[in-house]
């Protein structure tokens, strides 16, 4: 019976820090929209997160670390939004319309830090290196999926590198002037730009 309480415990503690981390990484967001990644530091996010430094600090040892955990938490969700795109059997114009929605709310979704995803310059080498890896797996993912609808004949026969980059970079570029609460919403958003980008897609 002790040990099963104590794994409970433990189990339920472990949640509880969990949901802690991403209440930060909520806070994070806000204080990086705020004051910009460069001028937002330990004491404001603590403040937003309504905690003391101390207690911040227990969780994150530093603005770097909540940086990182920010972009691999997003790029786990990317991957496995692109993962599900390519063997969901849907055509082509489908899978890459699922992509770029999925892609949208991770990076438009405040719990994940917003603008925080393009910060990679200013992670730590190791740490940098280890981001940049898990999005170059992405991109190549997203390719995947452009040059099997090429390959079908759905897509215009174009090269595949230089459509998802494009691809990429638009859905990446809305983190610099979306603001939630404004006059767009994060889904509609999703759902304007999957229809435009891929009405340029089709052959």
Request: with cysteine.
């Amino acid at each position: 019976m002790v040990r099963i309480s104590n794994g409970r415990s433990k189990a339920s503690g472990s949640r509880r820090a969990e949901r802690t981390r991403r209440a930060i990484l909520q806070a994070a967001a806000a204080a990086f929209r705020e004051h910009g990644y460069a001028g937002a530091g330990m004491r404001e996010i603590a403040e937003k997160a309504e905690l003391s430094p101390a207690n911040l600090y227990y969780y994150f040892g530093g603005k770097d670390e909540i940086l990182f955990y920010c972009q691999d938490h997003s790029l786990d969700r990317l991957l496995a939004a692109a993962d599900e795109a390519a063997v969901s059997g849907e055509p082509p114009a489908a899978q890459i319309g699922r992509v770029i929605r999925a892609h949208l709310r991770c990076v438009l979704d405040e719990l994940d830090g917003a603008s925080a995803h393009l910060e990679v310059d200013a992670l730590p080498a190791p740490l940098r290196r280890r981001v940049v890896a898990k999005r170059d797996r992405y991109e190549r993912a997203v390719r995947a999926l452009v040059a099997a609808g090429v390959d079908a004949g759905s897509f215009a026969g174009r090269d595949p590198i230089l459509v998802t980059r494009a691809i990429l970079g638009a859905l990446n570029s809305t983190v610099r002037w979306f603001r939630p609460g404004g006059a767009v919403s994060a889904a509609r958003l999703a759902d304007e730009y999957a229809d435009f980008l891929v009405r340029g897609l089709l052959a």
